[in-house]
């Protein structure tokens, strides 16, 4: 019997420790008509910048997201302009379980940031955030970014979900 639960107890402690946890939040100005914004860019890059296969799967995933919407890729004159931003940043969670001393691990939070920027107006008119967390050293996977871009843009534009 308690080999059955020793067992039952490791397979939800694996399962959990397999999911992704999520804070999905985002952020608009409310006096702002939405359904004007057709056509969109990319925020300029610096000079020098060499985007890596991160900023390429966020790129490629946005893209199919917006153009699947109806908004439309242009080079000149644009609605909006789109700007992403990611980070990682670790802490100690602890555990609380030791007396006098402390127990506990290392927690990595990846987070992307969308940002539709009105070009005329030049203020950022809706943002939104995903953050998850993360296996320490290693990189989101595919599957991760393309999920996170879509927790992001399901709030957007607002009030159509």
Request: aromatic share 20%.
């Given at each position: 019997m308690a080999l059955k639960l020793?067992?039952?107890c490791l397979s939800l402690w694996?399962?959990?420790g397999c999911s992704t946890p999520k804070k999905v939040s985002s952020d608009y100005d409310p006096s702002v008509d939405f359904s004007v914004y057709k056509s969109?860019?990319?925020a300029p890059q610096a000079e020098d910048f060499i985007p890596g296969l991160t900023e390429k799967q966020l790129t490629k995933d946005i893209d199919l997201i917006l153009q699947h919407?109806?908004?439309e890729l242009v080079e000149e004159n644009p609605d909006l302009v789109v700007r992403y931003q990611t980070g990682r940043k670790q802490f100690f969670a602890d555990d609380g379980t030791a007396y006098g001393g402390s127990h506990g691990y290392v927690i990595d939070e990846g987070q992307l940031k969308i940002e539709f920027?009105?070009?005329k107006q030049q203020?950022?008119?809706?943002?939104?955030t995903s953050k998850i967390m993360l296996s320490p050293d290693?990189?989101?996977t595919s599957k991760q970014i393309k999920q996170a871009v879509l927790d992001v843009l399901d709030n957007y534009p607002p009030g159509s979900r």
């Open positions: 020793l067992t039952f694996m399962l959990a969109y860019a990319w919407r109806g908004f920027i009105d070009p203020t950022i008119v809706f943002e939104g290693v990189r989101p």
